[in-house]
């Protein structure tokens, strides 16, 4: 059974408005966490397809090349509506949306949670604080919507996704929206564009 992943993608000149790191351009970082995730849930043998939902013309032009995923533009109507563009856009009936910064996630931790999902009507991942959503899935047709924000994993709970038993180490719930959580990130492992940009920031 294949999925399809919805990844949201902000442009990456408003994007990781927290996230300062000495001698790295944002955007360019911003840009790099978002390619490092999208090719990471490419890889994942569960997924069919990657929907990544921006208009960032940066974002566009790298996942255009990375194999299994394509791009809609962002209609505007912030994280949310966001996902239930890419929701509607989906061709795979098991269908799931991930954030688009996770720069450690490795395709074997999305595929050992979309495992989890598989039996699930409606399931969440929660950000390894425990307060966010990194991945909400829904195995049932009709119309999805999603609760991301404040205490969203909470609010996924109440619209009655199953809270996933992912290990808090998995890569797929180490999201980054400061330094000391990509600093985390990086102990689990970076991705290659990650990796390349804070090494060139570091030689600078
Ligand atoms: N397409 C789209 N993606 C969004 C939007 N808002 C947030 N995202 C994405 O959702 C994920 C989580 O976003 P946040 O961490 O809340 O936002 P952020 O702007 O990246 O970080 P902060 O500036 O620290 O708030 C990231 O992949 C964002 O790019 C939106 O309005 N449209
Ligand atoms: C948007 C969310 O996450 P964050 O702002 O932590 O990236 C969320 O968990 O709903």
Partial sequence: MLWSVVIPVKTTQSGKSRLEISGADRPQLALAIALD????????????????????????????QIDGATWIPDPGMSLNGAARAGLERASHEARAVMLGDLPALTAADLDDALARATGQERAVVPDAEGSGSVLVTWRVPGAHEAHFGTDSAAKHADAGHTVLDVPASSTLRRDVDTAEQLEVAAALGLGPRTTALLEAARAA
Avoid: Y
């Avoid at 490419?42 to 996942?63: H, L, N, P, R, W």
């Fill in 37 to 64: 995730t999208v090719a990471a849930a490419a890889s994942a043998q569960a997924v069919g397809e990657v929907v990544v939902v921006t208009s960032d013309a940066d974002v566009q032009a790298g996942v255009e």
